[in-house]
């Protein structure tokens, strides 16, 4: 799970890839929010030609892909040579909605909440 | 792809300075300036009255890979837990820029504080209150190779009630969030 890729989804049939079939890789900050009709996580191994298996999907019906959340939060101990990565995903509260916040372990187990919190897992995303 | 992000110890002058990965390596605290995963030659004297120290020790992320996208929102925590023995306390706090270490070596280090370490945030708090609910903020900000945020300065605090030997081994762990693809 550590390595799920993201693809975009638009309102006028069109996606953008993390990493395109010709290998070449699309920056986050690329998404066209204001078209964008899901965000979604597909597993590494999964085909990604296709919408047919997101591991996490979150859907935009109401033309709010501003309110997305994503990033990769990483757990990098000194002497251990590997990091952990949870992605969070999700949708922001904002005064009209209410959002909600993913956080997906490695091991594909799932936690979800309302909002950020100061956890240290749930802890706000800068973006 | 997840950037790849690597843990450097900084020791040496501030002008030449060794980046030390010890991201798969522990590194030890003596009362020398110099990075070692076992070494017992420059151990820390414990004091016949007050408080002797380590050299302090300078960490900091560097990103060794990245594509399109950003490193940022970094913490720094421990176990929150103080296992280092009776009379050894370790105190951090962020900088800025590094200063190498100084003191008398196998004796003691200099005590880590703004006016021996100029680009230190402020006081240091000891290293065990800052925990995975509650961590050390450390600023930075990076979508490129190369060093990534502030440093991570820890020094040990020994006092005349230590046991004599190497303490129990403690964990620091780095947190950030990466977009990159």
Known sequence: MQNLKWLAQYNDNTTLKQIDDDGTKNAYSDIDRSK??????????????????PRF???????DGERLVWTRRAF???????SVIFHIVGKKTTEQKQGFIMAIAPDGQTLVRDNFVDDGLFDEVIQ | MPATVIINRWTGTSGAPTKTNVTSINSRLNAEDAHSTAGTANS????????????WAAFRLAISAITGGTVNNIKWFTDGANSLGTGVAANVATATSYVQATGTVGTTGN???TTNYATLAGATASAFTYTSGSPLAVSG????????????VLQTAIS???AQGATPQETVTFRYDDTSS
Do not use: C, R, W
């Open chain 2, 111 to 113: 005590i880590l504080n």
């Open chain 2, 160 to 162: 005349t009630t230590a």
């Open chain 2, 44 to 55: 820390i004297l414990i004091p016949a009255a007050g408080t002797n120290y380590s050299f």
């Open chain 1, 57 to 63: 999907a979150v859907y935009f019906d109401d033309n």
């Open chain 1, 76 to 82: 990098q101990t000194v002497g251990q040579n590997h």
């Open chain 1, 36 to 53: 964008l009709l899901a965000f979604m996580l597909f597993d590494e191994s999964a085909v990604l030609d296709g919408l047919t298996k």
């Open chain 2, 141 to 152: 900000s990076s979508s490129a190779t190369g060093d990534l945020g502030d440093f991570v």
